[in-house]
């Protein structure tokens, strides 16, 4: 299965600023998925990105808050723009690997002061 | 409500025991997976089960399609063991996309 390397692990970042996380993948892959987990709450779907096109977003965020670039089938970002203390998480990236399987990157656990 | 549960919460139990965690959905599904997430957050996938049992080393995972529920077990559990234990449902309306449950917390104490 793929191997999913995420950048950073971690970060403590102040107010109003932006944060890019990257996902890098062993192997190329069509889709990628974008997670967020609030402390103490279970993941939440960001968003799906595919290469060449715009990524698909759910229902409570928006592209100007997580812009998500895909520039080819092994790697992906997610920016978190314009912090605020509720934006405190664990975002984790994703990706399907065959029929109904998925692998996880390590997470990056993100602190706003 | 959610559309994956899970029981409980919260287990803590001693070096040794055999433990069980539960896991409900309300939707049709193709099949479910069992994760582990350590302290750092990130996961990894334990099972994938669309039917029946499937086991690896002390751990045992098994669902019920008809009664909607899956069970996760341990066997001689040991420290190293301690982590947030989460269920996630791929629902079968097309879009394949995951939902997941709240997470069991388990904690084996030496």
């Known amino acids: 299965s793929a191997v999913i390397s995420q950048k950073p692990s971690r970060d403590i970042c102040q107010r109003g600023t932006s944060l890019t996380i990257q996902c890098q993948v062993d192997s190329q892959v069509t889709m990628m998925f974008w997670y967020r987990q609030q402390p103490g709450q279970s993941l939440t779907l960001i968003a799906t990105a595919n290469q060449g096109s715009e990524a698909t977003y759910e229902s409570g965020f928006v592209i100007d808050k997580f812009p998500i670039s895909r520039p080819n089938l092994t790697f992906s970002t997610l920016t978190v723009s314009n912090m605020s203390p509720e934006d405190s998480s664990i975002y984790l990236c994703?990706?399907?690997?065959?029929?109904?399987?998925?692998?996880f990157g390590s997470g990056t656990r993100l602190t706003v002061v | 409500k959610n559309e994956v549960e899970q029981s409980p919460q919260n287990l803590t139990a001693q070096e040794g025991e055999f433990i069980t965690i539960n896991c409900s959905y309300s939707v049709g599904i193709s099949a479910l997976h069992w994760l582990q997430q350590h302290p750092g957050g990130g996961i990894v996938s334990l099972f994938m089960l669309s039917s029946g049992k499937k086991k690896h080393g002390r751990l045992i995972a098994t669902i019920n399609i008809q009664e909607k529920h899956s069970s996760l077990h341990i066997t001689a559990s040991h420290p190293r063991d301690s982590a947030v234990y989460i269920c996630?449902?791929?629902?079968?309306?097309?879009?394949?996309?995951?939902?997941f449950g709240t997470g069991t917390r388990l904690t084996i104490i030496p």
């Open positions: 996630a449902a791929i629902s079968n309306f097309g879009n394949e996309k995951l939902t």
């Open positions: 994703s990706v399907g690997t065959g029929p109904y399987g998925y692998t």
